[in-house]
């Protein structure tokens, strides 16, 4: 009886160290598979900046990923909307960094498949004046303003303030649009120009040389001011996601929000070395140019429900201007991009 206690003692023995090592073999093997997976590099995400204050603010991001051999994005800066809206559309762009209304009319287009995820840049617009005779928005009665962007949010935006200062902008002041900024910088240069509208930065880069041309009005202060007590926010780029990669791999949006983010602080707390690689990636061709500037474009990140107020306020405006201007609706709760488990 004890000799068979025994044979079956040590046959319990043997057949537990054979499940522990087959349990240590199974323990490990998953641990295998996770380090090879890691060793595996990311797709890296296409994103896409438009030459100008939204590219600005992505410069260290690029910097950063520049010459790695694995990295996890691939940035492009894009000279004009168009060429970014419409690789959007057919998916080969993950994330952009475009103008608001854009991201509306794109989401309207797409039936939602496009999210605005982020703030990038508030109000870059100005009023320059070559002289001395506007102190404020009333003062541009019975004036001539050269402007770019008839028929987009430039437009709007001034036709707003000016009927919010008791002014029609169709008989109190006479507004002439050119096609580009470059434009208005060769009407200063040649003495057709006394004031003009324009963004930065090409405000700065007209007024270094131009002498005796001046900021005379803030675009974006004369917003707040028209929009009086609790103010929203004039925005002029946001950051858009596709839908189906925030689905899919929603802690890649995540990380780059966060990359994108830190490079928007760095840009605007180490401004001198900011402005070179401004000037690296060819977003502004001087850094001279740049470093003046980089102040005036008011690059921010803002994001969750103070985005979506911000940004639903401001293309609330549009849309009562010209509905065509924010996609021919105003967006859905869908269109906002509220991580952390926010509120919709």
């Not at 410069?59 to 168009?82: C, F, H, Q, T, W």
């Not at 707040?224 to 925030?246: D, F, H, P, R, Y």
């Not at 990380?255 to 830190?262: E, G, S, V």
Request: net charge negative; charged share 20%.
């Amino acid at each position: 009886m004890k000799k068979q206690f025994k044979i079956i003692a040590l046959g319990l023995i043997f057949a537990m160290s054979l499940t522990f090592v087959g349990c240590s073999k199974n323990a490990n093997q998953p641990q295998q598979q996770s380090s090879a997976q890691d060793e595996q590099p990311q797709e890296p995400l296409t994103v896409m900046a438009l030459s100008g204050p939204t590219g600005m603010g992505m410069v260290s991001l690029m910097e950063n990923e520049s010459g790695k051999e694995n990295p996890r994005y691939n940035v492009a800066i894009a000279g004009a909307a168009d060429e970014i809206s419409g690789k959007l559309i057919t998916g080969e762009v993950d994330i952009a960094a475009i103008p608001c209304n854009l991201a509306s009319v794109l989401y309207n287009k797409t039936n939602g498949k496009i999210q605005v995820a982020a703030v990038n840049t508030l109000g870059v617009l100005y009023i320059l004046e070559k002289g001395d005779t506007i102190a404020s928005v009333a003062d541009l009665r019975d004036k001539t303003i050269i402007s770019t962007g008839k028929g987009t949010t430039p437009q709007y935006t001034l036709n707003y303030i000016l009927r919010q200062n008791g002014l029609d902008p169709d008989k109190d002041v006479a507004i002439e649009y050119k096609t580009e900024a470059a434009e208005i910088a060769a009407a200063f240069q040649s003495g057709e120009a006394q004031i003009a509208m324009v963004p930065q930065p090409v405000a700065t880069t007209i007024m270094v040389k131009n002498e005796g041309v001046r900021e005379a009005l803030d675009i974006t202060e004369e917003w707040a001011k028209a929009q009086g007590e609790g103010a929203n926010q004039l925005i002029t780029g946001v950051i858009v996601v596709q839908k189906e990669l925030l689905e899919n791999t929603p802690e890649a949006v995540a990380q780059f929000l966060t990359d994108y983010q830190t490079s928007i602080e760095y840009i605007n707390h180490n401004i001198d070395d900011g402005a070179a690689l401004v000037e690296k990636y060819g977003i502004v061709p001087q850094a001279a140019i740049a470093k003046a500037a980089i102040s005036k474009c008011n690059i921010v990140y803002m994001s969750g429900d103070e985005m979506k107020e911000n940004v639903n306020a401001y293309l609330q405006v549009l849309f009562d201007a010209d509905p065509a201007a924010v996609g021919g609706a105003m967006p859905q709760d869908d269109f906002y991009y509220l991580p952390n488990d926010e509120k919709r």
